[in-house]
């Protein structure tokens, strides 16, 4: 609770607390949005790049949440468009399809930070208030490994359009055993 209340003063540091989340997955950006708002920012979303162009330039917020693959494009170009209006937004990254090129472009571009999706509230709020010349502290309760396999599986078989023999395919697995694997719950 004190580490809590450490962080609200830390938001209250900031002259203009605003934050824009961006990410085309609505039930993740709704939830992270109210979390967000409870930790003391002022949120606003977007889903697409283009409404989150349009909303960076009305609103230029202080801090930024984007994802890196949205349904229009990538979320790097949203980082770019807010380092060519020359704002001090501190932003982080989001993204399920975690690989180190895309955590350097996403740095290069501005970003100060990368998290694997599904990220939770606390690891945002400790990347975007962290100070600048200081690492960042690992996360208290990071995914165990079969979850990060288990949620890479249900990605790709998503982005198969549900295609069990695509999906089995691509991961190089055998059909029966990613079916065994998809009919289970989400590990801990």
Known sequence: ?????????????????????????????ERLSRAMQKKGFIVSQAESVKGAIDQVRAKKPAFVVVDLR??????LEVVKEIKNLKLNSKIVMLTGYGNIPTAVAAIKEGAIDYLAKPADAEDVEKALLAEPDKKPQPPENPMSADRVKWEHIHRVFELCNRNVSETARRLKMHRRTLQRILSKRSPR
């Open 1 to 29: 609770m004190i580490e809590a209340l450490d962080n609200v003063d830390k938001t209250r540091a900031f002259n203009h607390k605003s934050l824009l989340i961006i990410d085309d997955d609505n039930p993740f950006r």
């Open 70 to 75: 949205l349904g229009d494009g990538n979320g």
